[in-house]
């Protein structure tokens, strides 16, 4: 070979050399982006994921406020049952009482009642007594009327003898 030859046998290598560098470079270009590309996915992933364990921590703190809200729920509907309960036992006692009252309230009727028959006999009574008090006034009246026309009459004959 002659020394021309090699002379372009070497350039043709350095320029495949140059060529495969430029390529290398070029790669380790594209290597570098690919990298902080996958540095800056990293980030955010790392980002998502402290986003995603705050939305978890929230989450829990929430359903801990649900399970208060639920145990006070619970609380409420139990006093809520103590109170029905004892809405209940009054109602029993306040229809028990009534029963009591509707029951005097007969008695009273009944009373009252027989009370009214007696003032009507009673009134009847008073009546007839007082048509019995008339009859004996006016029968006093006319009796002493006639006893004194009896005395005038006794008088007249006495003084007429």
């Given at each position: 070979?002659?020394?021309?030859?090699?002379?372009?046998?070497?350039?043709?290598?350095?320029?495949?050399?140059?060529?495969?560098?430029?390529?290398?470079?070029?790669?380790?270009?594209?290597?570098?982006?690919?990298?902080?590309?996958?540095?800056?996915?990293?980030?955010?992933?790392?980002?998502?994921?402290?986003?995603?364990?705050q939305r978890q921590a929230n989450l829990?703190?929430?359903?801990?406020?649900?399970?208060?809200?639920?145990?006070?729920?619970?609380?409420?509907?139990?006093?809520?049952?103590?109170?029905?309960?004892?809405?209940?036992?009054?109602?029993?006692?306040?229809?028990?009482?009534?029963?009591?009252?509707?029951?005097?309230?007969?008695?009273?009727?009944?009373?009252?009642?027989?009370?009214?028959?007696?003032?009507?006999?009673?009134?009847?009574?008073?009546?007839?007594?007082?048509?019995?008090?008339?009859?004996?006034?006016?029968?006093?009246?006319?009796?002493?009327?006639?006893?004194?026309?009896?005395?005038?009459?006794?008088?007249?004959?006495?003084?007429?003898?």
């Open positions: 070979m002659e020394n021309t030859q090699f002379q372009e046998l070497v350039l043709q290598q350095l320029k495949m050399l140059i060529t495969g560098q430029a390529n290398l470079e070029q790669r380790l270009t594209n290597l570098e982006q690919g990298f902080t590309k996958l540095e800056q996915r990293q980030a955010n992933l790392e980002e998502g994921f402290a986003k995603l364990e829990e703190q929430g359903f801990i406020k649900l399970e208060q809200r639920q145990a006070n729920l619970e609380e409420g509907f139990i006093k809520l049952e103590q109170r029905q309960a004892n809405l209940e036992d009054r109602q029993a006692r306040l229809e028990e009482n009534q029963g009591q009252l509707a029951k005097k309230l007969d008695v009273i009727f009944v009373q009252t009642a027989m009370l009214t028959e007696f003032r009507t006999e009673v009134n009847e009574k008073l009546d007839s007594l007082q048509c019995t008090q008339d009859r004996q006034e006016k029968i006093l009246e006319r009796l002493s009327l006639r006893s004194i026309e009896h005395e005038a009459d006794i008088a007249h004959i006495r003084m007429a003898r």
